[in-house]
């Protein structure tokens, strides 16, 4: 079974930044599909960018396009998320996804329910 374990979270000032990591472990695939979703109080989960192993696509919300980096180091199995000049409404847990075993559409990329493995989540919070 697959486990993800996120860190780096914590509070910073708008403009600021974070980098937050995923370690995976318990799983061989070759083909996997990986992500970080965040979810605000009293708002939905979304996805915030992922990353496929089969064609090296990466994609990223629109809101983070330009300011967020997904990136990956496959020695330590660690997928992370270089969050730069960070905004109050980026605020909320942030959660590692992934989904083994099987592909997703790029179209669902940011569809929470095409992931079967859940991180517990690393909390941000960017205050003005």
């Known amino acids: 079974q697959v486990q993800l374990v996120e860190s780096g979270g914590g509070s910073v000032q708008a403009g600021g930044s974070l980098r937050l990591s995923c370690a995976a472990s318990g799983h061989n695939y070759k083909d996997y599909c990986m992500a970080w979703f965040r979810q605000a109080p009293g708002k939905e989960r979304e996805g915030v960018a992922a990353?496929?192993?089969?064609?090296?696509?990466?994609y990223y919300t629109a809101t983070a396009k330009g300011r967020f980096t997904i990136s990956q180091d496959n020695a330590k199995n660690t997928l992370y998320l270089q969050m730069d000049s960070l905004k109050p409404e980026d605020t909320g847990m942030y959660y590692c996804a992934a989904r083994v075993g099987a592909g997703i559409l790029v179209r669902d990329w940011d569809a929470s329910r095409r992931y079967n493995y859940w991180g517990q989540g690393t909390q941000v919070t960017v205050s003005s």
């Open positions: 990353m496929y192993s089969y064609g090296g696509s990466t």
